[in-house]
């Protein structure tokens, strides 16, 4: 059973640019959870997806952000016109609603640098 | 949200040591996760441990819900134990997190 699995690992881009970064969770898991790590903080909630339907987001994801998991297997997360405080560790996770525990996997990130 | 407090947040140790990492909550809980977080920044399920202990190798947890606390056990250490460790409790889905105790073990 591969993990969750994140691409890009890494992207640095300039201020003003849009980025897009994707997660693939654990097959057959139908929950999808974004977090947002910065240096020297835990992890801090964004949003989540059960199958294709995104069930809340938190009051720290701006207009500039967007999530979507079409198809209720990847997902993508886009930020619009980035800027310097978006720079940050980019954390995807998942489980499955109904099959125990209720353990969260995480994927190994985007670290995203915005110059 | 649930507030977390972990302690304490730097930990050095000589290799061969045993230490003892806590996590307070402020909320009651149905799920708890402890995380070793790698230098590369990879999180590592550690334990899944709501409630009661539980023992996986040199590592056991206990988690005392009804007092809202968590202890993460590290015996025998190892210069591989180094990192972040995160306890992460949850009443709903949402996970949240502390600012982890960041362990240096010393050969």
């Known amino acids: 059973d591969t993990g969750v699995s994140q691409d890009p690992r890494h992207k640095i881009t300039k201020r003003g640019q849009n980025v897009t970064f994707r997660c693939d969770p654990i097959?057959?898991?139908?929950?999808l959870y974004w977090y947002r790590q910065t240096l020297g903080q835990g992890p801090e909630f964004l949003t989540y997806?059960?199958?294709?339907?995104?069930?809340?987001k938190s009051r720290l994801l701006s207009d500039r952000f967007s999530a979507e998991r079409p198809k209720g297997s990847f997902s993508t997360l886009e930020i619009q016109r980035t800027e310097q405080g978006d720079s940050a560790m980019y954390l995807c996770?998942?489980?499955?609603?109904?099959?125990?525990?209720?353990?969260?996997?995480f994927g190994p990130g985007t670290r995203l640098t915005v110059l | 949200g649930i507030q977390v407090e972990q302690s304490p947040p730097d930990l050095i140790l000589q290799e061969g040591a045993n230490s003892t990492l806590r996590c307070n909550f402020s909320?009651?809980?149905?799920?708890l996760q402890w995380f070793h977080q790698n230098p590369w920044g990879q999180l590592i399920n550690l334990f899944y441990?709501?409630?009661g202990t539980k023992q996986n190798g040199r590592l056991s947890a206990t988690t005392v819900a009804t007092e809202r606390y968590s202890l993460l056990y590290i015996s025998s250490s190892q210069t591989t134990d180094s990192g972040v460790y995160f306890c992460?409790?949850?009443?709903?889905?949402?996970?949240?997190f502390g600012a982890g105790t960041t362990v240096t073990v010393r050969a």
């Open positions: 996770a998942s489980n499955h609603q109904l099959t125990g525990p209720d353990t969260q996997y």
């Open positions: 097959s057959e898991h139908n929950r």
């Open positions: 997806f059960q199958n294709e339907a995104q069930l809340e």
């Open positions: 909320d009651s809980v149905n799920n």
């Open positions: 441990i709501p409630s």
């Open positions: 992460a409790p949850t009443n709903d889905y949402k996970l949240s």
